[in-house]
Antibody
Framework: QVQLVESGGGLVKPGGSLRLSCAAS????????MSWIRQAPGKGLEWVSY????????NYADSVKGRFTISRDNAKNSLYLQMNSLRAEDTAVYYC??????????????WGQGTLVTVSS | SYELTQPPSVSVSPGQTARITCSGD??????AYWYQQKSGQAPVLVIY???KRPSGIPERFSGSSSGTMATLTISGAQVEDEADYYCYSTDSSGNHRRVFGGGTKLTVL
């Protein structure tokens, strides 16, 4: 069965950095696009970034562009999110999710349970 | 930037039909997807490609899309359907960015 397990969350000061990881199992990781999505406390879901199966394409929400970098290691079945210049408004639960892509669209079919990032002094 | 608009809340009694709408300019060209999120849990896909239901999702969940509006319908809503519901789609401007609606809190009581 498909499993996605995030790790690396924690408390960090404003301006600091953090690297999130997502360990994937139960499917051929290298065949799928992957995404990060976040949810601030008491707020809605916000798509953050995606990466293509071979890392050729990446995309970011305007709110994180230039500060966050998504990457993957297909040999290790792992997805990453490097977060720099963190701000209080980046405080959220961060989910990784698998994307199922057809010729016309992609959607998130499996999600991890999330890891909490708190940015506070 | 592209936005999807949902009502903040919908309330029905058990057994009634709940309808949650999602409006967006790109919906005539892009599919809508619907996610259910119960308190403290990760989201779960309940409708994909406007109207298809994943395996394991009860038949009372259905979806439709017409013009710039997609609709999630829960026929005969149950107490266990109480959750936040989010629509999801892609910007059609060519930047391929994904976007969520603001979410709708469904209350069944």
């Amino acid at each position: 069965q498909v499993q996605l397990v995030e790790s690396g969350g924690g408390l960090v000061k404003p301006g600091g950095s953090l690297r999130l990881s997502c360990a994937a199992s139960g499917f051929t990781f290298s065949d799928y696009y992957m995404s990060w999505i976040r949810q601030a406390p008491g707020k809605g879901l916000e798509w953050v970034s995606y990466i293509s199966s071979s890392s050729s394409y990446t995309n970011y929400a305007d709110s994180v562009k230039g500060r966050f970098t998504i990457s993957r290691d297909n040999a290790k079945n792992s997805l990453y999110l490097q977060m720099n210049s963190l701000r209080a408004e980046d405080t959220a639960v961060y989910y990784c999710a698998r994307e199922d892509c057809s010729s016309t669209s992609c959607y998130l079919d499996y999600w991890g349970q999330g890891t909490l990032v708190t940015v506070s002094s | 930037s592209y936005e999807l608009t949902q009502p903040p809340s919908v309330s029905v009694s058990p057994g009634q039909t709940a309808r949650i709408t999602c409006s967006g300019d790109a919906l005539p060209k892009k599919y809508a997807y619907w996610y259910q999120q119960k308190s403290g849990q990760a989201p779960v896909l309940v409708i994909y490609e406007d109207s298809k239901r994943p395996s394991g999702i009860p038949e009372r969940f259905s979806g439709s899309s017409s013009g710039t509006m997609a609709t999630l319908t829960i026929s005969g809503a149950q107490v266990e359907d109480e959750a936040d519901y989010y629509c999801y789609s892609t910007d059609s401007s060519g930047n391929h960015r994904r976007v969520f609606g603001g979410g709708t809190k469904l209350t069944v009581l």
